[in-house]
């Protein structure tokens, strides 16, 4: 490991002037740490958040829910509000990753995290987002795990966030605060595609630092939950998921929130899925034709093309499941 240099920060505002000096800001450390000993990442400056004050989940309001980024996911996935208000979040942030990480890992470090890409990972392989103009070996490599959407030329890598999918479908914010002050980011915005700059993942400034994500209150009732499919049953990336949210009132959904996780190289929010269940009475033939729509506009790699298909599946699958016509 390469040397560094290590502060711990107990106010917001240290935390901006340190982290505009040039410094990572760590919390849980569940990915910094890994990517430190394997040299993919070589930071100078480490910026020890974990002691901030931003833990707090609470009701905003309009009756949204606002989760401070150092809420932890294990402590996010069994708070009573999170469970009551928005179950989808709840069962992303449990099918996450392993217990012991759901309890060291925070919100903002999981949306924050970076890709799984093997290629990415191993320090003697070409790969743009780690070292930028050195070409993507997975493109022609094995790309079984990777996107089928939001993909470039320069890298087809997936986002591996599951709780990230469900704010992606729940139309989330990102609160930042930065040298010039705090700001809110829809995630939509916030999470960048790779394009021609796949090493820029976020749309954050030097020194900012999340504090936390706000979902905004949607019509009640709300049913909503989320579908991970994945090669095994506990401590694996979804090859696809579903997070699916729908406001039903007189027998007629009036509102879908749906998006995809597995599949993109950011969480991928479904518009012609939404649109095509917007107006409509839940049926089983309902959620086939607009499941049909899921894999729009993909690009499958040569050894991801299932994944059109398993996506497809998937929406299908978790519309019965929350719109609970089988
Ligand atoms: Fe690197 Fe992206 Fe290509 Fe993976 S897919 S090797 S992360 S450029």
């Not at 760590?26 to 002691?51: F, Y």
């Not at 992303?92 to 290629?119: D, F, K, V, W």
């Not at 607009?290 to 499958?300: E, M």
Request: net charge positive; aromatic share 4%; hydrophobic share 40%.
């Amino acid at each position: 490991m390469h040397p560094f240099s290590y502060t711990k920060v107990s106010d917001t505002r240290e935390a901006v002037t340190a982290g505009s000096r040039g410094g990572r800001y760590i919390a849980g450390g569940t990915t910094l740490v890994d990517l430190m000993r394997e040299t993919v990442e070589r930071p100078k400056a480490l910026i020890d958040i974990a002691g901030l004050p931003l833990r707090e989940i609470t009701v905003t309001e309009r009756g949204g829910l606002s989760i401070g980024a150092l809420v932890r996911m294990a402590e996010a996935a069994a708070h009573p509000k999170v469970r009551a208000l928005y179950p989808v979040v709840s069962q992303a942030l449990e099918l996450s990753a392993s217990a012991q990480l759901r309890n060291m890992a925070t919100i903002g470090g999981n949306i924050m995290q970076r890709t799984h890409c093997p290629y990415f990972r191993d320090v003697t392989a070409a790969c743009n987002k780690r070292a930028p103009g050195t070409g993507c070996s997975a493109r022609e490599g094995f790309n079984r795990g990777h996107a089928i959407l939001g993909t470039s030329a320069h890298c087809v890598a997936t986002h591996a966030s599951d709780v990230a999918v469900a704010f992606a479908a729940l139309e989330a914010r990102v609160s930042l605060l930065g040298p010039d002050g705090e700001r809110r980011l829809p995630l939509a915005d916030f999470l960048l595609r790779p394009g021609s700059t796949p090493d820029r993942e976020q749309a954050i400034q030097p020194g900012e630092l999340i504090t936390g994500v706000e979902i905004p209150a949607h019509p009640r009732p709300l049913r909503s939950g989320y579908l991970k499919v994945r090669d095994r049953q506990s401590y694996e990336f979804a090859l696809t998921s579903a997070a699916i949210a729908l406001h039903v009132s007189g027998g007629v959904i009036r509102a879908a929130k749906v998006a995809a996780g597995g599949v993109g190289t950011v969480p991928w929010k479904l518009p012609a899925v939404e649109q095509h269940l917007v107006g409509e009475r839940p049926s089983a033939s309902l959620w086939a034709a607009a499941a049909a729509r899921a894999a729009d506009g993909a690009g499958p790699l040569k050894h991801n093309r299932f994944k059109v298909e398993l996506l497809k599946r998937t929406v299908e699958r978790q519309l019965r499941v929350v719109g609970g016509t089988k």
